[in-house]
């Protein structure tokens, strides 16, 4: 019997878990998807719920047959996959990031005419670019969890929606040293929690409570770190603190050093930044000096190279833009350099997980030591 026949006899069951205010919202847009191709409102129930005969079951349900898939053959990160058995639909994703993604691809199935009951699909790239110099870094603005602040559209702003697209872009690109940028709240627990042992994390609470929004992490198997520490730049003194972030590296495979400065600087006004710029570059010159080291200077500037801030941030500390003179016209996300260091390759990740990922495109630069 044709599933469109029938659609209208199943109802919604969502795992009753952690994430169960996410799954539960993933339930909702599945059954209003539903009802607008089809005209059937489907029930929407959580596991707790007893047991009927033909249900649709969003992520890990506890269900057989949701149980037997998750135990058997689980979806691998960034992976999804619809799949029928007997009269349970399943479409499950390794959290509420790909459920949502399994839904989207029944309900295009559901669209086409042609309901989907045997899919599987991945949001990864399918290749990420090899290291091709001493030390990767990357910078990442993550958006912070709030509502309002960037969100939109395919883009939602709870950490349970982005987290494997941010984790899974991050494993792809293997950085080195990574700044990440309103990172603060649920991030700052959940993404060093699920980076594992593969990462370090620099930084990520304030003695004084308030929040920096600002924090590094380091790959482990390829870097150590010898010093860190952080430098108020409060042009605005406000609850979110805008500082700079520091550490002193030494990659395992040359004991060559390396200086991190990572920051968010104020979206406020060029002036503002300018003095921002001022004290970034005194405090990575002061660096520099203290410790004999190149310098790698990145994060959210909050500025495009037309700006008197970029200009003078560069002049007074010597970097140059990792993109060439001229930099990117159309992004705020910059990694600099001080001379001592050779950018072989570079780019701004922009493909689909991307896009639910952030507002902001992560950007990596691979180095070599001149």
Same mark, same amino acid.
């Given at each position: 019997m044709n599933l469109l026949d029938t659609i209208g006899s199943y109802r919604i069951v969502y795992a009753d878990d952690e994430y169960a205010e996410c799954r539960q919202q993933t339930a909702a847009v599945l059954a209003e998807g539903v009802r607008e191709l089809t005209g059937a409102a489907l %029930? $929407? *129930? =959580?596991?707790?719920? %007893?047991? +009927? @005969?033909? !249900?649709?079951?969003?992520? /890990?349900v506890c269900r057989a047959a949701a149980l037997r898939l998750y135990d058997?053959?689980?979806p691998a990160w960034m992976h999804?996959? $619809?799949r029928a058995e007997g009269e349970k639909i399943l479409l499950a994703g =390794?959290? /509420?990031?790909?459920?949502?993604? &399994? #839904?989207? #691809?029944f309900l295009a199935g559901l669209r086409a005419g042609r309901p989907v009951t045997e899919a599987q699909g991945s949001l990864l790239p399918e290749r990420f670019p090899a290291h091709s110099g001493d030390l990767r870094a990357m910078t990442f603005n993550l958006l912070v969890e709030? &509502? @309002?602040w960037g969100a939109g559209g395919v883009l939602r702003g709870p950490v349970p929606f982005r987290m494997e697209p941010v984790v899974g872009l991050i494993r792809g690109y293997r950085p080195d040293i990574l700044c990440c940028q309103e990172a603060f709240e649920r991030w700052s627990l959940t993404l060093p929690h699920l980076l594992g042992r593969e990462y370090g994390c620099i930084l990520r609470e304030r003695p004084d409570g308030y929040s920096n929004r600002t924090f590094l992490l380091y790959r482990k198997a390829s870097v150590r770190v010898l010093e860190s520490g952080y430098e108020d730049i409060p042009i605005i003194k406000t609850v979110n603190k805008r500082v700079v972030v520091w550490a002193l590296l030494e990659l395992r495979t040359s004991g060559r050093r390396v200086l991190v400065c990572g920051t968010h600087w104020e979206c406020t006004t060029d002036a503002d930044?300018? *003095?921002?710029?001022?004290?970034?570059a005194a405090l990575a010159l002061r660096l520099q000096r203290q410790y004999g080291a190149e310098c790698i200077s990145l994060g959210d500037f909050n500025c495009l190279p037309e700006s008197g801030a970029y200009a003078g941030y560069l002049k007074a500390s010597g970097h140059a833009d +990792?993109? @060439?003179?001229?930099? +990117?016209?159309?992004s705020v996300d910059h990694i600099f350099h001080s001379a001592g260091l050779v950018p072989h390759a570079f780019g701004? !990740?922009?493909? !689909? &997980?991307?896009?639910? &990922? =952030?507002d902001h495109q992560p950007l990596y630069c691979d180095f070599t030591f001149a």
């Amino acid at each position: 019997m044709n599933l469109l026949d029938t659609i209208g006899s199943y109802r919604i069951v969502y795992a009753d878990d952690e994430y169960a205010e996410c799954r539960q919202q993933t339930a909702a847009v599945l059954a209003e998807g539903v009802r607008e191709l089809t005209g059937a409102a489907l %029930p $929407v *129930q =959580s596991d707790e719920e %007893p047991e +009927c @005969g033909r !249900e649709i079951l969003i992520g /890990p349900v506890c269900r057989a047959a949701a149980l037997r898939l998750y135990d058997r053959e689980p979806p691998a990160w960034m992976h999804y996959c $619809v799949r029928a058995e007997g009269e349970k639909i399943l479409l499950a994703g =390794s959290t /509420p990031f790909t459920d949502l993604r &399994a #839904c989207d #691809c029944f309900l295009a199935g559901l669209r086409a005419g042609r309901p989907v009951t045997e899919a599987q699909g991945s949001l990864l790239p399918e290749r990420f670019p090899a290291h091709s110099g001493d030390l990767r870094a990357m910078t990442f603005n993550l958006l912070v969890e709030y &509502a @309002g602040w960037g969100a939109g559209g395919v883009l939602r702003g709870p950490v349970p929606f982005r987290m494997e697209p941010v984790v899974g872009l991050i494993r792809g690109y293997r950085p080195d040293i990574l700044c990440c940028q309103e990172a603060f709240e649920r991030w700052s627990l959940t993404l060093p929690h699920l980076l594992g042992r593969e990462y370090g994390c620099i930084l990520r609470e304030r003695p004084d409570g308030y929040s920096n929004r600002t924090f590094l992490l380091y790959r482990k198997a390829s870097v150590r770190v010898l010093e860190s520490g952080y430098e108020d730049i409060p042009i605005i003194k406000t609850v979110n603190k805008r500082v700079v972030v520091w550490a002193l590296l030494e990659l395992r495979t040359s004991g060559r050093r390396v200086l991190v400065c990572g920051t968010h600087w104020e979206c406020t006004t060029d002036a503002d930044r300018a *003095q921002q710029a001022e004290l970034m570059a005194a405090l990575a010159l002061r660096l520099q000096r203290q410790y004999g080291a190149e310098c790698i200077s990145l994060g959210d500037f909050n500025c495009l190279p037309e700006s008197g801030a970029y200009a003078g941030y560069l002049k007074a500390s010597g970097h140059a833009d +990792c993109e @060439g003179e001229g930099g +990117c016209h159309w992004s705020v996300d910059h990694i600099f350099h001080s001379a001592g260091l050779v950018p072989h390759a570079f780019g701004r !990740e922009s493909g !689909e &997980a991307s896009k639910f &990922a =952030s507002d902001h495109q992560p950007l990596y630069c691979d180095f070599t030591f001149a």
